[in-house]
């Protein structure tokens, strides 16, 4: 997360907007269920060669975002899933409904408005695709007030994007009602037990709590991370470190009743990894480079690779054909 004072402002403001019945219907119902997902053929050509970046938050201060994101996209084959505040809706709405491609639109909502979940709705109505980032949240994820939302996301079948771990301190003069501690990845792993339908994807695996952030992801496949923020910077003089966390790679850890599924079957711990730059425009080409570092550190397969740079969200998502 990042700019995050400007697109707190923005929240609320819930408002009648038409729906885009014909539009958004091409949206719906298309999230893999998860055993099409887990077995789903190998990805085409023209799926594996895109990259699919789960974390660009849209920046409503900036006039020229959508053209220089199609810019950017033509350039690197990538597509965004945009991370829009409420308030901003209907622009990144209109734009993904002239590039489907291209920009994917998610919404941004403040768990703890009084109004979420019929915010919730209405994205849904206008087609947008999933929710997130979730951050800020005055009480833990897992708090029994937001568990209408999920069943919102859950009956939807969304990805819903939590940011967990350390999060920027904004003010450092005035009193603040923010905690990291009600961030903590182990709050997924109860919202991904309870909603099995939601796909929860963890922004910046939990930094620093990466263990836990991939025992989850073990053991639950609608489960995954981004590696988006500090972490691979931090660590990358140690990145091999990271097979340490993500261990199971090849291994039979689990008894033959006890099978998890894995987008493909893969067998690549690092199959729970997903895309995610969390950075302005400029940034996003320089988190492709971190990533390649890690495949590189870690010797991650072909295959796994291109599953994490856009197969899985490909999948996820219903994108079925390059640009
Ligand atoms: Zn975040």
Redesign the pocket.
């Known amino acids: 997360?990042n700019n995050c004072v400007s697109r707190r402002k923005l929240l609320g403001n819930a408002g009648a907007v038409a729906a885009l019945q014909g539009w958004s219907a091409l949206f719906r119902g298309n999230l893999h269920n998860l055993d099409s997902f887990a077995n789903a053929p190998s990805d085409s050509p023209a799926i594996s060669e895109r990259i699919v970046d789960m974390?660009v938050h849209f920046d409503e201060k900036d006039p020229n975002f959508i053209s220089d994101l199609l810019r950017l996209s033509d350039r690197l084959n990538l597509t965004a899933c945009v991370l829009t505040p409420f308030a901003n809706r209907k622009v990144v709405l209109d734009a993904a409904k002239q590039h489907p491609t291209q920009i994917i639109p998610f919404g941004f909502v403040d768990l703890d408005a009084p109004d979420v979940v019929k915010q919730v709705e209405e994205l849904h109505a206008m087609g947008f695709r999933g929710l997130g980032?979730m951050?800020f949240v005055k009480k833990p994820y897992n708090d029994p007030s937001y568990l209408p939302v999920y069943e919102q996301a859950n009956r939807y079948g969304w990805i819903v994007l939590f940011?967990?771990g350390i999060?920027l301190r904004r003010k450092f003069d005035e009193p603040e009602d923010v905690a990291s501690g009600r961030m903590r990845p182990i709050y997924l792993e109860e919202i991904a037990r309870r909603f099995p339908k939601i796909t929860v994807l963890g922004?910046?695996c939990g930094n620093p709590e990466y263990e836990w952030a991939a025992e989850i992801a073990r053991w639950n496949p609608n489960v995954f991370w981004d590696l988006?923020?500090s972490t691979l910077t931090k660590m990358q003089a140690r990145l091999n470190d990271l097979q340490k966390i993500f261990w199971w790679s090849n291994t039979e850890w689990q008894s033959p009743e006890w099978k998890v599924k894995t987008p493909g079957g893969d067998t690549s711990a690092f199959i729970k990894i997903v895309f995610g730059s969390?950075n302005g425009l400029d940034g996003i080409e320089p988190v492709v480079k971190q990533y390649h570092a890690l495949f590189e550190a870690c010797a991650i397969p072909e295959h796994t690779r291109k599953m994490i740079m856009g197969g899985s969200l490909s999948k996820m998502l219903g994108l079925s054909d390059g640009h």
Do not use: I
Request: net charge negative; proline share 0%.
């Open positions: 997360m974390h980032e951050e940011h967990t999060v922004a910046h988006s923020g969390d």
